[in-house]
């Protein structure tokens, strides 16, 4: 079963308003979640790194006060879109674990965000 | 700059050939390197994850192999299925606590 839970799949929202997007990591504590984009066709890139009970920290060209991430507790980070506009709607993808070299690092399921 | 680059971008082989997708990184100072399946529309899979220190990795069909020193892996696919269409992802990590640098993929098409 799936190790890192992330809710919506998928949805649409109306220009303007903003989208909350969760990420659960169900079987172990995550106190480092990173979140990526990934537009039609493109590869996965970096938005942020969230930290449990710290500020994240975001990739050059990332808007933080756009992309509001809170990691409150070790199993959940979340990314909020506020103010969407059309051009932010791509999918959206956290990850948890890794921190040890044999580590696999697990993915949730990501979320479609579309917005008209 | 680390990069990741995937060859080639696409490839289309009919079903029960063997194939070999690439993958190089510019910086072989890598803590591991793992490669992903990522299906329309859908998250990722981790398939393989191969430590700094390993050489290969296998599971059933699937075989990864890392070379450091020239900063490559390579995928290696068995008797392909229709059902191995998908992207293929290679990702590398540089350090413990340190995100993924992703190559932009393989989209692979097996033909039945």
């Known amino acids: 079963g799936a190790v890192v839970s992330q809710h919506p799949s998928r949805v649409i929202c109306k220009s303007g308003t903003s989208v909350k997007i969760e990420c659960r990591s169900l079987?172990?504590?995550?106190?480092?979640m990173f979140w990526y984009r990934q537009f039609p066709k493109q590869s996965l890139m970096l938005m942020a790194t969230?930290?449990?009970?710290?500020?994240?920290?975001?990739e050059q060209g990332v808007e933080k006060d756009k992309f509001l991430i809170n990691h409150a507790s070790l199993t959940l980070s979340t990314l909020t879109v506020t103010s969407a506009h059309p051009e932010d709607s791509s999918f959206y993808i956290c990850?948890?674990?890794?921190?040890?070299?044999?580590?696999?690092?697990?993915f949730g399921e990501g979320s479609w965000l579309t917005v008209v | 700059k680390q990069e990741v680059t995937q060859i080639p971008a696409a490839l289309s082989v009919p079903e029960g050939e063997n194939l070999v997708l690439n993958c190089s990184f510019t910086d072989s100072a890598i803590y591991n390197l793992q490669w992903f399946r990522q299906d329309p529309g859908k998250g990722l899979t981790s398939l393989l994850l191969?430590?700094?220190?390993?050489r290969e990795q296998t599971s059933g069909r699937l075989n990864a192999s890392l070379d450091k020193s020239s900063g490559r892996s390579t995928l290696y696919i068995a008797a392909s299925q229709p059902g191995d269409s998908a992207t293929y992802l290679c990702?590398?990590?540089?350090?413990?606590?340190?995100?993924?640098?992703f190559g932009k993929g393989t989209r692979l098409s097996v033909i039945a």
């Open positions: 990702a590398v990590k540089y350090s413990g606590n340190t995100p993924l640098v």
């Open positions: 969230s930290n449990e009970g710290s500020k994240a920290t975001y």
């Open positions: 079987d172990f504590q995550a106190t480092t």
């Open positions: 990850s948890a674990g890794g921190a040890g070299p044999g580590n696999t690092i697990y």
């Open positions: 191969i430590q700094s220190s390993q």
